[in-house]
């Protein structure tokens, strides 16, 4: 027998001890049931065992970093708060007691399944896929996706840097044109200073404009496009989509475009960049990441 099964086993014999006490000795039914009366006694003066009470305890640090988190972490980065605030318990531990009081991190939306599609003849795949590299401004994807409110369709486009996984530039707007990705590109241009860097996008019509071509060259800035219906190329800025609307829009429909304006703003700027875990940089914000990486770029000569 376990001894997590012993242990509540020997609690309910108490309760039921404690219950018919008065009917029967507590002697006797100590001696039937099989424990000893000193246990007994003593569960009387403590009934709650530490360990339950430091369950407790830590079920309300737990219940603090997943309701700052607005729902959306799991065991392992409630496990990173807990860790990083001084706490010495265990994952597993962590994950026990989410699990028992139902506390389960959103899950993510349906992946969808794409055919390989050729590769694009107005812009070649540069980036290849590469999605992890060392040193910032090296490569940056870009990608627009919608968010339905009452007025209609607000747009979103995004420029993230895949080094920290920082969103460095990004826009919205009620229509898809050029002008939606050109002000997201050019928001990570006066960020970032690039030179030299790889913008990564998909075929939409939006990058293979002319004005995106000469903003790009203009910039210092070297246009890749995935291959045609290959979401795969640019898997990162899907990925952050996915997160965008399982953690904040949770198909959500918003009243005005404004206030999605405003909830999209909120998230990309002070929870995503400067809060959010990334499983990807070892369970620090992007910010944190690039913080921590900037003393020892500085140190290599």
Aim: glycine share 6%.
């Amino acid at each position: 027998m376990s001894t997590r099964v012993r242990t509540g086993r020997v609690r309910s014999v108490y309760e039921f001890i404690k219950a018919h006490r008065g009917q029967y000795p507590v002697d006797s039914m100590c001696r039937l049931l099989d424990v000893a009366p000193s246990g007994y006694y003593d569960w009387l003066r403590q009934p709650v065992s530490k360990r339950a009470q430091e369950d407790a305890r830590l079920l309300r640090l737990i219940r603090a970093s997943f309701v700052a988190s607005q729902g959306i972490y799991g065991a392992p980065r409630v496990f990173l708060d807990l860790r990083e605030a001084g706490e010495t318990c265990s994952k597993h531990r962590v994950a026990r007691l989410m699990r028992v009081n139902d506390l389960r991190a959103l899950h993510g939306y349906r992946t969808r399944r794409w055919s390989v599609g050729k590769p694009s003849i107005l812009i070649p795949n540069i980036l290849q896929r590469q999605f992890t590299v060392t040193r910032p401004n090296r490569a940056w994807v870009t990608d627009i996706t919608y968010l339905r409110t009452w007025q209609g369709w607000l747009y979103l486009a995004v420029v993230m840097d895949l080094f920290s996984r920082k969103i460095v530039g990004w826009s919205a707007g009620p229509t898809i044109h050029r002008e939606l990705v050109l002000n997201a590109l050019m928001m990570a241009v006066r960020r970032r200073r690039p030179r030299g860097t790889v913008i990564h996008s998909d075929q939409g019509t939006q990058y293979g404009s002319d004005s995106w071509r000469r903003l790009c060259r203009a910039n210092h800035l070297e246009p890749s496009m995935s291959r045609k219906g290959n979401c795969w190329d640019n898997a990162v800025a899907e990925s952050f989509f996915s997160s965008l609307k399982k953690e904040r829009v949770k198909k959500h429909i918003y009243k005005t475009r404004e206030l999605a304006l405003t909830d999209v703003a909120e998230y990309i700027d002070t929870f995503y960049n400067r809060t959010r875990r990334h499983s990807h940089l070892g369970g620090v914000s992007p910010e944190q990441f690039e913080a921590a990486q900037k003393p020892r770029r500085q140190g290599v000569h």
